[in-house]
């Protein structure tokens, strides 16, 4: 049971981070291409 809830919550956290700037944007009410504008100046540097 226990590994049937690791599993889970490794899917959860793959799908959030893959839809990292759509939860973002929602999150914090601003847009997607704003939230992408920002994620990648941090990757930048």
Known sequence: MGFL????L???AVV????RVQ???KVLGQSE???QRQ??????R
């Open 5 to 8: 809830i690791f599993i889970a």
């Open 10 to 12: 490794v899917v959860v």
């Open 16 to 19: 959030a981070w893959k839809m």
């Open 23 to 25: 939860l973002l944007a």
């Open 33 to 35: 291409a704003r939230v």
């Open 39 to 44: 994620l990648n100046a941090r990757k930048r």
